[in-house]
């Protein structure tokens, strides 16, 4: 699974969680003193095509550190054909550095931001883009959601594009929002300052207190204070962002709306995280999705929206108080309805839920379909067991996996014209080191954050957005989770026929961007 290059894969994250329980500890934590490194902003010739070519060699070594920290950037024109109007933009590629205003810890971030031209910035909105892992960078949402250029997909097929197109993504959101796309500290091309290191911000805290430098320092830097401010994190970037939202909040900065994308808000309630160990009921409805599918749930339901309300149901109370008993040290076996409805809905084997009714999602995607692995951020994506989209673990990622990096590459250097010694690094395999301690717990549950920062500001609104064929981060264990901070008229939970990059699907990103718009809109009237 060496090329794996995206977010979390559960099967490394129950290893990496399962040696965090016993050893009791991880990487990341620390600080680093009150000492403040230095930032410059060195005097330098500006190209007359706004190029930045820096002579610096970033690494993503758990003790790498810069000297200094530059903040400088490439800044290129643009134009966007979009909704009827043309919308001209800048592309502000560079880094900015993110101070610790307490211990003087810093970071030097990378970002690129799209900002649209001639726009009152006290009423135009801001949004800070970020993935997860943790070890990966912004390149997923960069390039395939809501920028001014997005990758051609063919997902859910599992042919591989060829050659690769990079497009006008008439999808975008420079019409509602300012994007920018920042990533974390020992990915892209972001490293930390000296006297910190990497290592410094690989945890659930540190991490969150580092975005938290950067989105000050980015707002102070761009005049931004009044501007309505937008989080968007994906995937571990969803607990990132209620950690980063509470933070910011009792900093004095106001969050007006955040979106979790893909969300994986309390690591404890995820069967997937924990294998075997807590029930899997918040995984059922995307088995029964992902069998309707392939057309294998029995009797095929007549209407998807019904058949999803009657698994949730189900899930809840058939399943739950049976699941419960199963795990229990009395191992109480199935009763037979349970069993029943578990084979109409998804198509497996009476003896199989007979033997393992908490059935966990890697035995789901491996025994679904004979001779074929199902992928885990898309189960609609798969592949023959030996084959080459297998070999990775994840057929549905080792279909753009390729496509993204190379793309990734080419685009910094050839359209945002910005380049340094060394390549972007798209994804750094630091699960291992990473600190998942947080309030006490030995994996984050981040609902009560985003409670706090709720409670700091009411008029705060949520949206959580999960696509029905995800079986890393389910839809329904996200509504789970969601439900616990109680009826709000400002929290709002979206499906998506997807899966966990909601947007690779072009149906569902024209789906989400209507939804995102809508979202935008009860902001600004706030406003």
């Not at 970071?107 to 801001?126: C, H, I």
């Not at 990915?187 to 410094?200: F, H, I, K, L, R």
Request: charged share 15%; proline share 6%; hydrophobic share 40%.
């Amino acid at each position: 699974m060496a090329n794996i290059s995206k977010e979390y894969r559960l099967t490394a994250l129950a290893s990496a969680c399962a040696a965090l329980l016993l050893a009791g500890c991880g990487g990341g934590g620390g600080g680093s003193g009150a000492t403040t490194p230095p930032v410059t902003t060195p005097p330098v010739t500006t190209p007359a095509d706004g190029s930045l070519a820096e002579n610096i060699a970033y690494s993503g070594a758990a003790t790498a550190s810069l000297a200094t920290a530059a903040e400088r950037a490439a800044t290129v024109k643009g134009t966007l054909a979009l909704n009827g109007a043309t919308i001209a933009y800048t592309a502000t590629t560079g880094h900015l550095t993110g101070t610790d205003s307490r211990t003087g810890r810093a970071a030097s971030f990378f970002y690129v931001a799209y900002t649209r031209d001639g726009q009152d910035l006290g009423k135009r909105p801001v949004t800070f883009f970020y993935n997860g892992g943790p070890g990966s960078a912004s390149m997923w949402l960069h390039l395939g959601s809501f920028a001014p250029k997005r990758i051609v997909t063919q997902i859910p097929s599992s042919v591989v594009a060829s050659p690769v197109q990079l497009v006008d993504n008439a999808e975008s959101l420079i019409d509602a929002s300012d994007l920018v796309f920042v990533d974390a500290v020992g990915t892209g091309y972001s490293q930390a300052v000296a006297p910190a290191t990497n290592q410094d911000y690989w945890g659930v805290d540190t991490d969150a207190a580092g975005f938290r430098d950067f989105v000050q320092r980015y707002v102070a830097v761009n005049g931004r204070q009044a501007s309505p401010k937008v989080l968007f994190g994906e995937s571990y970037g969803a607990p990132r962002t209620a950690v980063l939202a509470n933070l910011l909040e009792t900093a004095g900065v106001r969050v007006d709306g955040v979106v979790l994308h893909s969300a994986i808000m309390d690591y404890n309630a995820n069967c997937g995280v924990l294998e075997a160990a807590i029930s899997c009921e918040g995984y059922i409805p995307t088995y029964a999705a992902t069998s309707n599918y392939y057309k294998l749930a029995s009797p095929a339901p007549f209407d998807f929206n019904d058949f999803m309300r009657e698994l949730r149901g189900f899930s809840a109370t058939g399943y739950r108080s049976a699941a419960q008993a199963f795990l229990s040290p009395a191992r109480t076996p199935p009763p037979q309805t349970v069993v029943t409805k578990l084979v109409s809905y998804t198509g497996i084997p009476a003896l199989t839920w007979q033997q393992d009714l908490n059935y966990t999602p890697g035995s789901y995607a491996r025994n679904l379909l004979p001779g074929q692995l199902l992928g885990r951020y898309d189960a609609r994506v798969s592949g023959a067991v030996n084959g080459p989209l297998a070999v990775d673990g994840d057929p549905s990622l080792t279909v753009v996996n390729n496509p993204f990096i190379t793309t990734m590459r080419s685009y910094l250097a050839g359209t945002l014209k910005y380049s340094a010694l060394t390549n972007y690094l798209n994804f750094n395999d630091i699960i291992g080191r990473w600190n998942f301690r947080h309030d006490g717990k030995e994996l984050p549950d981040t609902i009560p954050d985003l409670a706090a920062a709720i409670t700091l500001n009411p008029a705060m609104k949520v949206l959580a957005q999960s696509g029905y064929h995800d079986l890393a981060t389910p839809f329904y264990q996200t509504e789970l989770d969601m439900a616990r901070l109680g009826a709000n008229p400002n929290i709002q939970v979206r499906n998506y026929h997807s899966g966990h990059m909601i947007y690779l699907d072009d149906a569902a990103r024209s789906a989400q961007r209507a939804d995102l718009v809508s979202f935008y809109g009860g902001i600004t009237a706030g406003k």
